[in-house]
């Protein structure tokens, strides 16, 4: 069952700009991840942080775990036209046989 | 390294029908697989579990004699939708864990999806 919720939905923004989306979860995790799927297309793992970690860069990517609030956070850095997409965060639940829950995803759009 | 692929990518089928797509991991062994289904504009759902050798394992509320799973061989499974039906009609999803090796034992690689349309 889909355990995450995202937020927000959607978001719109300029070239350039940052884009922060939040996700939060409801059971203890061993990691989270974050994927990009393009309309139509398969997903893109983009960062996996485990739950002893608070921080994780790759690139223009930013990504923040709070296990105490069962959230986590993506930052997009100077976004570009290209990121536009739906971003999911995903859960591995602890004890799981690294089976994955989904989030209901945020819609970027990065206006050009 | 680490690619899973998808076949076919699109298919189009009359209700009643049964439809088989594959999934297969590429460049590396997988002992387990994952199935999900999203439907437009929603997440991603777990349908199953497929571990090589042994009977998939369901999630809740999907049933096991229309989505039929076979992991027949460490690089290889297979979801049959029997008798599909309109709503059947959604993106079916396949992922692979690296079991060993490169670059990352242990993470998801997710299939390209496939397309499935019921008329």
């Known amino acids: 069952s889909q355990q995450g919720e995202e937020d927000p939905q959607a978001l719109s923004i300029q070239e350039g700009e940052n884009a922060t989306m939040n996700c939060s979860y409801k059971?203890?995790?061993?990691?989270l991840q974050w994927y990009r799927q393009n309309s139509g297309r398969g997903l893109v793992h983009l960062i996996l942080?485990?739950?002893?970690?608070r921080e994780k860069h790759s690139g223009r990517l930013r990504v923040t775990l709070d296990t105490s609030k069962k959230s986590s956070s993506l930052l997009i850095t100077a976004s570009r036209a290209a990121d536009t997409a739906s971003y999911f965060c995903?859960?591995?639940?602890?004890?799981?046989?690294?089976?994955?829950?989904f989030g209901s995803g945020t819609q970027l759009t990065v206006l050009p | 390294g680490a690619v899973v692929s998808q076949h076919p990518s699109r298919v189009i089928c009359k209700s009643g029908t049964s439809v088989k797509i594959e999934c297969r991991s590429l460049?590396?062994?997988?002992?387990?697989m994952f199935w999900y289904r999203q439907f437009p504009k929603q997440s991603l759902m777990l349908m199953a579990t497929s571990n090589e050798g042994s009977k998939a394992t369901y999630e809740q509320g999907v049933e096991k004699d229309k989505f039929l799973i076979n992991h027949a061989s460490l690089t290889l499974s297979t979801l049959t939708v029997t008798s599909a039906h309109p709503e059947d009609s959604s993106f079916y999803i396949c992922?692979?864990?690296?079991?060993?090796?490169?670059?990352?034992?242990?993470?998801?690689?997710f299939g390209p999806g496939t397309r499935l349309t019921v008329t």
């Open positions: 942080i485990r739950s002893n970690e």
């Open positions: 059971t203890s995790i061993n990691n």
């Open positions: 992922s692979a864990i690296l079991t060993s090796g490169f670059p990352r034992p242990g993470e998801q690689y």
């Open positions: 460049d590396f062994q997988a002992t387990t």
């Open positions: 995903a859960t591995e639940p602890s004890g799981s046989a690294r089976q994955l829950t």
